[in-house]
């Protein structure tokens, strides 16, 4: 169960990421954001309130808010490394932080996992590093706030494993609204109210949706499994996201992610073995 918790994970925060970065094509990636964090926390309320699901002790939903706050925090700097520095550095910079430092804090609280599985874990980071690279080069313009956002990822990761108490729903629900409020400070703050066409904001909320819902499947991958398999699958979202920008959008793919790809589909039987 925590591997198909995992998976299920990769694949919603692939297709949000894919569907939210087509929204910022023509609209402020900060609105996107924050209009994505305001729907997908609509929705997990809603979805807490039905299932009638009890709610968490109260240091759980602490350990959830700080979680939300880290990961906002970490997304406005990601987005800022992107717009001043180099993707082709920068992205998967900072996705290597955000999966390799739960996975080593994972190993040190857990002991090591076996051979196969390290394999997995070594695989699934070059899948990560080579999907998420570009090929225009590299500059150093950006970095430290790469790393920072890397750190800002993997404290959401270990965060949110602290709140594994209590239903997933609420836990989700309380990381997504620290979330939405440090995205809403960032457009307040700036004033990026516009433009915003309608069925980009359409996309925005159902990016939302999924997000969320990978948030949830994160959680309860956490609760029931390793962190360091919950992480290092996780991590391999962009893979989903770099397959639907070739079926929809026609984007060429290089050689290298190819190559990522093919090391992504062979890290996960590994890990999960």
């Excluded at 169960?1 to 299920?8: G, K, T, V």
């Excluded at 990978?214 to 992480?231: H, M, N, P, Y």
């Excluded at 397959?243 to 992504?264: D, N, Y």
């Amino acid at each position: 169960m925590p591997i198909l918790f995992s998976l299920s994970a990769v694949l919603c925060w692939g297709c949000s990421d894919f569907l939210g970065g087509y929204a910022s094509r023509k609209s402020d990636a900060y609105l996107i954001t924050a209009i994505t964090n305001g729907c997908g926390l609509c929705v997990i309320g809603a979805v807490c309130v039905l299932s009638g699901a009890a709610s968490p002790p109260r240091a759980a939903m602490l350990w959830a808010l700080a979680a939300g706050a880290s990961g906002g925090t970490a997304l406005a700097l990601f987005y800022r490394a992107l717009s001043v520095g180099n993707m082709g550095l920068t992205a998967p910079v900072t996705a290597l932080l955000a999966a390799g430092i739960p996975t080593l804090v994972g190993i040190a609280m857990e002991g090591w996992p076996h051979v196969s599985q390290v394999v997995g874990f070594l695989l699934a980071g070059a899948a990560i590093w080579l999907v998420s690279r570009s090929e225009s080069g590299f500059s150093p313009q950006g970095i430290g706030l790469a790393i920072l956002a890397g750190i800002g990822f993997a404290g959401f990761y270990l965060l949110i494993r602290q709140a594994r108490v209590g239903s997933a729903f609420w836990i989700a629900a309380a990381s997504r609204t620290a979330a939405f409020a440090c995205t809403a400070a960032i457009v307040a703050a700036g004033r990026r109210f516009g433009p915003l066409q309608r069925v980009n904001a359409g996309w925005a909320a159902l990016a939302g949706c999924l997000d969320v819902g990978g948030s949830v499947l994160f959680v309860r991958a956490s609760q029931t499994g390793r962190l360091d398999t919950a992480v290092v699958l996780t991590s391999l979202y962009p893979v989903v996201t770099v397959v639907l920008a070739r079926l929809i959008l026609k984007e060429h793919f290089t050689r290298w992610k190819t190559v990522g790809m093919v090391a992504a589909l062979a890290a996960v039987p590994l890990i999960a073995s």
